[in-house]
Structures are given as structure tokens and as C-alpha cells.
């Protein structure tokens, strides 16, 4: 039985690895250590298909290190012990040769899992590097993850796409011995998501649904062979960042009936509770925000509420805070002014606090002028008195903008009540 294309074809050089620029580039951050096999512990964080895998293989190689690998979603305490004891034996304590211990998929791991990996990264038995889909300050326990270092893989880009294709039809021993040309691959990227192994995957499913060996890929030709392949919900990756995105949409959209059916999309496919309850805690605050400020609470309340009970309970609970949140008002106002501050300080720089506005602990800190002229607002009627409080540099600048809804019109009015034309509302 052959491999899949996107196995045959898997990298085996950092020379021939595809993307990741910034990683393992001329002046990647990851570079230079693997040249000189100096790596540290790690964590890869990233979608599916982005290399992972193959940059931890890639690694151990160029490294010249023993290469352990255990997959979270069938290993235990006992497997991870395992290895540890054969990565002491078959590697120097305390040497730039120690073995890597690559665990696909750490987020899975539990904390008592998480925790058996503690010793042996900290005294240098194994250099560990996982692979996660999942954001690691939620998933990896702090202990772990404060020995680690964490490296974010991207979506593959157009260019990359197309390299993948290209290497391919040169490079895999069955599909050179074919005619193949790409006529269109629109649909092939689209598809892909930005997912090399799926890209390969939809590639070689084309190729082979085709009884000739001259074959001409068109997007009508994809559309019509994958158009049957796409309708599972894979909570691993294939439609899992597309699905969160519809849902999450919804609840912008103001749709209630839209993000219930997305979110039966992913309780049907046994999507993570706590992913589903994450991704409504940063919308209630990026899309509705000040318009109505108990939706935080709401789905703060969720969180803790479905990482308690969990499925199949939590499905109600979650409903519950979705139309909740798709049926607020909307408010983008707290997301561009944080947006909006964070440009301004990397266009200015670290500029000085004013001296009215630092803290005045010491006798010589009063005395060179910190803290003067600092006006308390509580001695002030309506406890408000005008200053200023950004540097002079910046004056003036307005970061944030009330949206139009009564919550932030009542802000708004607050904001003219103080300030006059300061806000220029």
C-alpha cells in the first residue's frame, strides 16, 4: 500500500523545508541553533499542516540526535517514562547531543502527563519539542511551559502552496510518471486552507480519481472530485478553523439561528468545551464590548460553567450564551482603541512618563519633581479635574471612539460632560 503524497514527499533538509521564513529562513530565529544543534526545549504552535512535524524531524536530524517520538492521543504516563529511561541511556547527560522527545499534539496531554515531562526537561535528560494546534498559555501547564520556548508556524501562503505542488509533480516517483498540468489552482488553495498536508491530500485524490495519465487540473476539475470530501467536521484541523470562524461570525452578524447551527456543528464533531468557551469569551469583549459589558460575565460564566460539567450538559449552556451574545448589541470600540494605542507606541516609542504622573516613593523622587503638580481627582467636584495624561509627545490623541448604542452613548455623554471637545465626539 502506498504512502499518501504528503509522506512521500515530506521534507528530509531544513534546505528543502517550505515556509516558516521567519523560523528557519537566512536569519530565522531557529537557524542558527540548529546549525549548530544548540536547541532548546520548544513548543510549535500552528495549524494543521504547517510542518510541525517535519521541522521537529528536520531538527533531531541536523542536530545529529537521538529522535523520540509519541503522539497525546495514545500515549500515557507509562510511554512517556519509557522513553525518558531510553533517551537516559542511549544519550549524555548534560551535552548539546541529548535526545528529542517530539510529542504531537501535547495540548492533549493531561497535567498529570504534563507533569511527568517536568524532570526530565529541567535536568537536561530529553530536549522536549511538542506540536500544538492549541494556544500553549492555555493548554500547557505554566511549569512546562516556562522551560520552553514557543515558536508560532503560519499558514502556508500562496507561494508556499504552489512550491508544494511543484515539488511534487518533480520529486514523487508516481506522479512524474504521469502528464500533469496545472491549469488553474484557485480552487487546490482555496481548499487547502493554508494546509500543505491537506493540500497534497486533495492533490493526490484529483490525480488519482483520474484513469489517464495525462491529466489537466482545473478548479472545475477540483471542485468536482473534492465537492463530496469536505462536509465532516474534523476537530483535529480539516474544518475546525473554518467552523469556529462561521460560528464566531454569526454572533458578530447579530444571528442567533446561524451560531446555534454552527455550534451543533461542533458539539456533533466533539469539539473541545473549553475551545468553544474560549473563542465566545474573546467576542463578547471584541464584539460587543462596552455596548453591553455583562456579556464578559456571561461568558466567563460559560467557561467555568462547561469546564465543570462538560458534554454532553454543556451543550445547553452554550447555547444559552450564544444567542446571549448574538442577540447584545455590538461594539467594536474597546478592540480598535487598544488596537489603535498599540500602533501609536510602536510609531513613538517608549516615550517618558510625565513627571505629574510618576509614582513618588522616595524623598529624592519628590524632590527632582516626580509626581508635581499632580492634580487628586477626589478633591475636584464631580471627583474630575482636566489634565493631561498621555505624553506631551502624543497629546491630545484619541484612541478611543464610543460606538453608536445607548450603552456608549451614555459614555459618550459622560466623555462631553467631562471633557467638552477634548474627544471630539
Not at 541553533?33 to 531538527?59: N, V
Not at 464631580?382 to 450603552?407: H, M, Q, W
Request: glycine fraction near 6%; hydrophobic fraction near 40%.
Amino acid at each position: 500500500m502506498n504512502e499518501p503524497l504528503a509522506e512521500r514527499v515530506r521534507p528530509k533538509t531544513l534546505e528543502d523545508y517550505i515556509s516558516q521564513r521567519h523560523l528557519v529562513g537566512e536569519n530565522g530565529s531557529l537557524t542558527h541553533q540548529i546549525k549548530k544543534g544548540m536547541i532548546p526545549s520548544l513548543i510549535l504552535w500552528g495549524p494543521p499542516g504547517t510542518g510541525k512535524t517535519t521541522l521537529a524531524t528536520i531538527i533531531a536530524k541536523e542536530s545529529g540526535r537521538p529522535f523520540y517520538s509519541l503522539s497525546a492521543i495514545n500515549s500515557g504516563v507509562k510511554d512517556i517514562r519509557d522513553v525518558i529511561d531510553k533517551a537516559k541511556q542511549s544519550g549524555g547527560l548534560f551535552t548539546a547531543k541529548n535526545p528529542i522527545l517530539f510529542i504531537d499534539e501535547i495540548h492533549r496531554f493531561s497535567k498529570s502527563q504534563q507533569d511527568s515531562l517536568l524532570a526530565a526537561v529541567e535536568k537536561g535528560w530529553v530536549t522536549l519539542i511538542g506540536a500544538t494546534t492549541e494556544n500553549p498559555s492555555f493548554e500547557v501547564i505554566p511549569a512546562l511551559l516556562s522551560r520552553c520556548q514557543v515558536y508560532i508556524l503560519n499558514d502556508f501562503g500562496k507561494e508556499d502552496l504552489e512550491a508544494l505542488l511543484d515539488r511534487a509533480m518533480k520529486q514523487d516517483s508516481i506522479l512524474k510518471s504521469k502528464k500533469i498540468s496545472l491549469k488553474e489552482t484557485e480552487a487546490l488553495l482555496r481548499l487547502s486552507g493554508g494546509d500543505g498536508r491537506k493540500l497534497l491530500n486533495i492533490f493526490e485524490l484529483v490525480i488519482n480519481s483520474e484513469n489517464t495519465d495525462t491529466i489537466v487540473i482545473t478548479d472545475a476539475l477540483v471542485m468536482q472530485k473534492i465537492q463530496k470530501n469536505t462536509v465532516r467536521y474534523d476537530k483535529t484541523g480539516e474544518q475546525h478553523y473554518d467552523i469556529i470562524s462561521a460560528f464566531i461570525k454569526s454572533i458578530r452578524g447579530s444571528d442567533p439561528n446561524g451560531a446555534v447551527y454552527w455550534l451543533a456543528r461542533m458539539i456533533e464533531g466533539g469539539e473541545d468545551v473549553k475551545f468553544i468557551a474560549r473563542r465566545m469569551l474573546i467576542s463578547a469583549s471584541e464584539d460587543i464590548g462596552l455596548a453591553n459589558p455583562t456579556a464578559l460575565v456571561m461568558a466567563n460564566t460559560t467557561f467555568q460553567a462547561v469546564t465543570t460539567i462538560g458534554y454532553p450538559e454543556a451543550r445547553i449552556i452554550l447555547s444559552q450564551c450564544a444567542i446571549y451574545l448574538a442577540t447584545s448589541p455590538k461594539s467594536n470600540g474597546s478592540y480598535m482603541a487598544i488596537n489603535n494605542a498599540l500602533s501609536k507606541v510602536k510609531e513613538t516609542g517608549d516615550l517618558s512618563v510625565p513627571f505629574a504622573l510618576r509614582n513618588a516613593p522616595t524623598k529624592l523622587m519628590k524632590d527632582i519633581g516626580y509626581g508635581a503638580d499632580y492634580k487628586y481627582a477626589h478633591n475636584y467636584q464631580n471627583n474630575f479635574v482636566e489634565a493631561e495624561f498621555l505624553p506631551d509627545e502624543i497629546s491630545g490623541t484619541s484612541f478611543y471612539t464610543p460606538n453608536k448604542n445607548p450603552r456608549e452613548d451614555a459614555i459618550k455623554e459622560f466623555l462631553k460632560n467631562r471633557w467638552k471637545d477634548k474627544y471630539n465626539l
